[in-house]
């Protein structure tokens, strides 16, 4: 497995080296995953996501989206993913889907959600999920995964039963603040993918957040298709 990682890594630098000779905004990530050239590239970073962080998300659409609907959901993504950057306590990247295309993973310190050992949200974060849910409703064209961690304190029967209550719980303020609950996945992760050592405090203390990862569902990709099929006519 880590000679496969390595061998990944290895492609998908020499790729990265190749795109990077012209200049490309996050704009259109989507479109250059959508296209041949970027499939490959696309399907690797799929695979670390996949293996590194057990993160599988996007709807699937049982076939390959162009490069010109990429790139239309990729503005719609950076467009998105500025918004949510102006929420405090939240951590804001650009990732990719199983569909090769952009999407945005949101991840909370379980810190500012939940006091330690609790699943109920605290007072503070209800007004960042607030934040959170009204840039939602601006994209009803897009499904949310809430994934909720831990740290290893603790039995794994408690991690995990935690680890779904956190995420069930943010799930359940996104839906009470207009957003529909067909939209939402939820999953608990327990202490099985850390992000950080769990033998101190601190790696402690990262180790335990909630991750929320925002993608194209089927009718973005519809008519992200459509328009870039009215656009060629």
Known sequence: MKHSNKMITLLLCGILLLSSCSSTKNSTKG???????GALLGAGV?????????AAVGAAV?????????????KKMDKQKAELEKIEGAK????????????????FDSG???ATGKSDLNTNSKSALTRFATTLKETPETDVTI???????????INEQLSKNRAASVAGFLNSNGI???RITTEGKSFDEPIADNSTAEGRALNRRVEI???????????????TLQQSN
């Open 213 to 227: 990862y925002i993608t194209a569902n089927e009718q973005m990709i519809d008519q992200a298709e459509q328009e």
């Open 112 to 114: 500012i959600l939940f």
């Open 147 to 157: 994934f909720g961690h831990t740290d290893n304190t603790g039995s794994r029967e």
């Open 31 to 37: 479109g250059i995953l959508g296209g041949a050239g």
């Open 62 to 74: 049982g076939g390959a989206v162009g490069a010109g609907a990429g790139i239309v959901i990729g």
């Open 180 to 182: 529909s609950p067909v």
């Open 92 to 107: 804001v990247e650009s990732v990719i889907d199983t569909n090769n295309l952009q999407a945005i993973k949101v991840t």
């Open 46 to 54: 799929g695979a670390l996501i996949g293996q590194e962080k057990g």
